[in-house]
């Protein structure tokens, strides 16, 4: 499973939130993914509740997942809890938008 699952991710890290030049792995916004024999399920977030670009951006990580898992049902589920911040950021994601430890 973690062939799938690597698989799984970098078809993830395709997708970006446009006002964003990062990628939403990146950003954190994947919370969690489980693999079973027939189906995946990612819980994943967004920075903010309003963000105009949510069903398109939960439309290409279905659509990206599904490349990659040939026969199972992929289920996106947007979750708020725990709240979104800057922590869940990658290293490469904060030196990207000059977000080092000093500028937050």
């Given at each position: 499973?973690?062939?799938?699952?690597?698989?799984?991710?970098?078809e993830?890290?395709?997708?970006?939130?446009?006002?964003?030049?990062?990628?939403?792995?990146?950003l954190?916004?994947?919370?969690?993914?489980?693999?079973?024999?027939?189906?995946?399920v990612?819980?994943m977030t967004?920075t903010?509740?309003?963000?105009?670009m949510?069903?398109d951006?939960?439309?290409?990580v279905?659509?990206?997942?599904e490349?990659?898992?040939?026969?199972?049902?992929?289920?996106?589920?947007?979750?708020w809890?725990?709240?979104w911040d800057?922590?869940?950021m990658?290293?490469?994601?904060?030196?990207?938008?000059?977000?080092?430890?000093q500028?937050?």
């Open positions: 499973m973690s062939d799938l699952r690597e698989a799984i991710i970098d993830i890290k395709k997708v970006y939130d446009p006002e964003i030049p990062v990628n939403i792995w990146d954190g916004l994947i919370y969690n993914i489980a693999i079973n024999d027939k189906s995946v990612i819980e967004f903010s509740p309003t963000c105009p949510m069903e951006i939960l439309s290409q279905k659509s990206n997942v490349n990659v898992v040939s026969g199972k049902t992929v289920d996106v589920k947007l979750v809890e725990p709240a800057l922590s869940r990658s290293d490469a994601a904060r030196v990207e938008l000059d977000l080092t430890e500028g937050w």
